[in-house]
């Protein structure tokens, strides 16, 4: 019989203690009988304690504490005083399957730790972009960034841990999983990647920039251990300097990306206020078939808004096509695209490249998703 534990830090978040219980109880139904699973609580709010809470189906310890350490100290508590074989590390508000434990028992054998795939805003994690490969990659790490989103996806034993990911507490929250990957490859442990999707990983919407702000502070701090370590080259270290350096850069960027999509999501619910819909416009111009370009959160919008005025939107057109599951049909670029009267593209970075491309397999209207909504403010006529 393998013993699981799995360590939970919580801070202020009593209310997800009893989803997470159901979750692991869950679990160890499906692995009756493979394997025995302790669920390990850390406090990490000494201004109040936790409880006590059973169950019949598993173990559930509670840690209580007279300090914050942050969610690396709690989690390195944890590990130290966790009785399992295997260990994994999930956040108070993360969701698993009933069969995580199973399968990544399964496909971890002789490697010391397995990743599964996850959902990340309701999509898969990993595509074209992100191939899931990365994951069990050690240049990915050191000279990408950390593939994997959240230690939620991977099952270790609790032997691989690595020495300094457990004896250095990171004072600023959010790199301290980047940290243990990358100790852990560097001491050459294997990874495994189990492919099914067993992890969902929740986006918190408070005080993003605040969290992207301590990120970067968390990364930084990841890197002065590891310079300071001596289990790295010299080449090592600066490619790791260098990837912190083009994160941040990828934050900036980022940012202007999402003040462009706000900035649409504005004057969209402006003209909703006046009785404006998209549709006016595409219809004025002799539009009833729409294709959209990117199956993002835009596009699902506009998707949502055609379809409820009675517009046809015959596919979604997307180069992660193969990992999309939409309402409508997902092409790739390059494929053989539906006859449509317009194309609308839905994201607000390298519209004019898309634009070329699209032109050259359809001659009908392109239009951008902000060029659409200003062309319909124009018209002015409700629906």
């Not at 005080?207 to 992207?212: A, F, L």
Request: charged share 25%; aromatic share 6%; hydrophobic share 40%.
């Amino acid at each position: 019989m393998k013993t699981v534990s799995v360590i939970v830090p919580v801070y202020h978040g009593k209310k997800y203690i009893k989803s997470m219980i159901r979750q692991v109880e869950a679990c160890q139904l499906c692995a009756v009988g493979q394997a025995k699973i302790e669920l390990l609580f850390v406090n990490d709010a000494p201004d109040e304690t936790l409880g006590i809470y059973g169950s019949d189906a598993i173990e559930i310890v509670v840690l209580e504490t007279t300090e914050n350490r942050g969610i690396h100290g709690a989690r390195a508590e944890g590990v130290k005083r966790c009785s399992g074989e295997y260990i994994l590390l999930l956040d108070q508000d993360d969701h698993i399957l009933p069969e995580y434990i199973k399968s990544q028992l399964a496909a971890i054998r002789g490697h010391d730790a397995a990743v599964c795939m996850a959902l990340h805003e309701g999509k898969a994690l990993y595509n074209r972009t992100l191939p899931f490969e990365a994951a069990a990659s050690r240049e990915h790490m050191l000279r990408r960034g950390n593939a994997i989103i959240s230690p939620g996806q991977v099952l270790m034993r609790k032997a691989a841990v690595a020495a300094l990911w457990r004896e250095t507490g990171l004072q600023q929250n959010g790199a301290d999983d980047w940290l243990l990957w990358l100790c852990m490859m560097q001491e050459g442990r294997s990874f495994a990647l189990n492919r099914q999707i067993l992890f969902e990983h929740v986006v918190e919407r408070d005080n993003t920039s605040m969290r992207q702000l301590q990120m970067q502070r968390s990364e930084w701090e990841v890197f002065r251990i590891i310079q300071n370590s001596g289990l790295f080259s010299d080449e090592d270290t600066a490619a790791l300097e260098q990837t912190i350096q083009n994160l941040m850069e990828m934050r900036i960027e980022l940012l202007g990306k999402f003040q462009r999509i706000s900035a649409v999501y504005d004057a969209w619910v402006s003209l909703k206020n006046r009785g404006i819909h998209l549709s006016c416009y595409l219809r004025e111009r002799g539009c009833q078939r729409v294709a959209v370009y990117g199956m993002t959160k835009l596009g699902m919008r506009l998707f949502e808004e055609l379809k409820r005025d009675g517009m046809e939107v015959s596919c979604f057109i997307d180069r992660n096509a193969p990992y999309l599951d939409g309402p409508v049909r997902v092409c790739e670029p390059m494929e053989s695209l539906p006859a449509v009267d317009a194309v609308v593209i839905s994201l607000v970075q390298q519209e004019d490249k898309i634009r070329k491309l699209l032109r050259t397999k359809l001659s009908v209207p392109v239009w951008t998703i902000s060029e659409l909504v200003g062309n319909a403010a124009q018209i002015g006529g409700a629906k």
